[in-house]
Structure formats: C-alpha cells, structure tokens
C-alpha cells in the first residue's frame, strides 16, 4: 500500500515564503509530482522531482529526498492568488500512475 | 476543442438511473484517468487506460465502468448511480509513463 501525508491547511502572509511538506510510504518509487488547484477548478502540474535535490520553477521550487520519503513545495513571494489548494502525488514502484495526497489548503492572507 | 473537455459541467441524477460522463482530448495522449473527489479525501482513481483498447481498475471501481476505442474518448458509466457517487470527477490525460497529467474541468454530480 501507499501513504501520504501533508498537512491539512497553512496560513501565510502575503510576500512571505511558505514551505508545503509531503511525506510518503510507498512500494518503490518513480517519481513525486506537485499540482495546484484552486477552488472549483481542476488541478494543474507545478513540478515534477524523480531524483533527490531542489527543482526551481520561478517563485516555485519542490525538492525530494528519496532516503527520507520526503519532499517539500517551496512558494516564495507569496501572492493572494496562490490561495489554493496543494496535491502531492507519488508514482511508486511497477506503475506510473501517481497516488494523490488529500492536499494542503493554502491561505494567503494581506 | 483545445485540451481536454468534460461533460456535462453538472448533473443531478435520481438513484438508479444509469449515467455517462463524457472525456475527450485532442492532445493525442496515450493514457487516460478518471478521479473522482471528494471533501477530506482528495482525488481517487477510477479507471485508467494506458492506451486506445485498454483499460485497468484503480483504487475505486465499483460502480463504475468504461471503454476506449480510440485514443480521443474515454466516457466512464455509472451502470445504477447511488448516493454515495455523488461526487466531482475529474478526467486526466498525459503522453505516458512519468509525464504529467492534465486534467479537464470537472462534472459535479449528484444523486439523489
């Protein structure tokens, strides 16, 4: 089986930097993606990590360690309209298809 | 079409009456997913397709069926809809293995 774990809501202020934790549990590993989704709407991808170290996408940046079972989504410079919610999802071993985390809610406040 | 689309947008269904969802993409992608969600408990796989004529059961197919015949279309049916279906279902697609996946708007469905 898989297990993933982020939390279930953070507040930030708007310009601060905020770090969304995921931990996971799964039977080998292919691959731990990061999508964003705002209220109402679909998910859309933001990253993409397969082997350990930090992905920096513009104010994005995720980073894995596979060792740990560990990865982070780095917002820097927040935005109100980062306010959304965030889907860790992990691909594990003999599949690529990824397993979703029930997500971060993120709110961005002035 | 630019993407992926979803229909309907939204439905509300009596219990017992059969009901399919309708995906398709012009992206070309290889493989194919339907999610539902629901509140606490993220997305959740349905069905999946690695291909035009293949399909595979994820982690909550009962209920639920589905085909593809060609790599545009992938309709999921809900043979007898029960209220525990009720639901936002998300239809995905991307080119394959380890790629992402892009997702189209969404049916809200509920039943009564």
């Known amino acids: 089986g898989q297990n993933i774990d982020q939390p279930t809501e953070m507040t930030a202020t708007e310009g601060a930097i905020v770090q969304i934790n995921c931990t996971y549990q799964?039977?080998?590993?292919?691959?731990l993606f990061w999508y964003q989704q705002h209220a109402g709407e679909a998910p859309t991808f933001l990253s993409y990590?397969?082997?350990?170290g930090l992905e920096e996408k513009g104010r994005f940046s995720s980073f894995l360690s596979r060792s740990k079972g560990y990865s982070y989504l780095l917002l820097k410079e927040l935005q109100m309209k980062d306010s959304a919610s965030y889907l860790c999802?992990?691909?594990?071993?003999?599949?690529?298809?990824?397993?979703f985390g029930r997500g971060t809610s993120l709110i961005v406040h002035p | 079409i630019a993407g992926i689309t979803q229909a309907p947008t939204s439905q509300i269904l009596a219990a017992g009456r059969r009901m399919t969802l309708r995906c398709t993409q012009d992206?070309?992608?290889?493989?194919m997913y339907w999610y539902r969600q629901d509140l606490g408990l993220g997305l959740r796989l349905i069905h999946y397709?690695?291909?035009?004529?293949?399909?595979g059961k994820g982690e909550v197919p009962d209920g639920y069926s589905v085909s593809r015949a060609n790599t545009d279309d992938f309709p999921l049916t809900l043979a007898s809809a029960v209220p525990s279906q009720t639901s936002v279902y998300f239809c995905?697609?991307?080119?394959?293995?380890?790629?992402?996946?892009?997702f189209g708007p969404g049916t809200r469905l509920t039943v009564l």
């Open positions: 999802a992990v691909s594990p071993g003999g599949s690529y298809i990824p397993t």
């Open positions: 397709s690695n291909t035009a004529g293949t399909t």
């Open positions: 995905a697609s991307s080119t394959g293995a380890y790629n992402e996946q892009f």
């Open positions: 992206m070309r992608h290889n493989a």
């Open positions: 799964t039977s080998g590993f292919n691959g």
């Open positions: 990590n397969v082997l350990d």
